[in-house]
């Protein structure tokens, strides 16, 4: 492992945790992209990874964060997501790794578009 590949991973690592932890996003939207760019990985291999990095509770701190500085959290409604996210991420993997890259590539800028577009202009909060 060179020097350079190693700085490219602590950098999309920072980039990916700073952007989890400010705004919520990091593990495909932001880890998925640059590792395909950045690392030349196969969209298969970008997914792989950023599921591999979740595989720890990387998040918990941030998520610990929000919740002691009065956003509190409903720790039990994470549970049960986690719980069925787990389940899903499952079959959602199996599916996936028999899809071709170009198809995969494809259906996963469809949904970025989608939630974009979904954000920045039908964002309206719900209390």
Do not use: C
Not at 10 to 33: D, T, W, Y
Not at 51 to 61: E, H
């Amino acid at each position: 492992m060179t020097v350079e590949i190693v700085l490219l991973l602590l950098l999309l690592g920072f980039i990916a945790g700073f952007l989890s932890g400010s705004v919520g996003v990091g593990g495909g939207v932001v880890m998925v992209p640059l590792a395909i760019w950045f690392l030349g990985y196969s969209q298969h291999q970008a997914q792989g990874i950023s599921l591999a990095v979740l595989a720890v509770p990387v998040t918990f701190i941030a998520a610990y964060t929000y919740h002691t500085s009065g956003h509190k959290l409903d720790w039990r409604y994470a549970l049960i997501i986690a719980t069925t996210f787990v389940i899903g991420g499952y079959l959602g993997s199996k599916i996936a790794v028999n899809l071709n890259q170009q198809v995969l590539k494809k259906i996963f800028g469809v949904i970025m578009l989608v939630i974009a577009i979904k954000m920045i202009f039908f964002s309206g909060a719900k209390a």
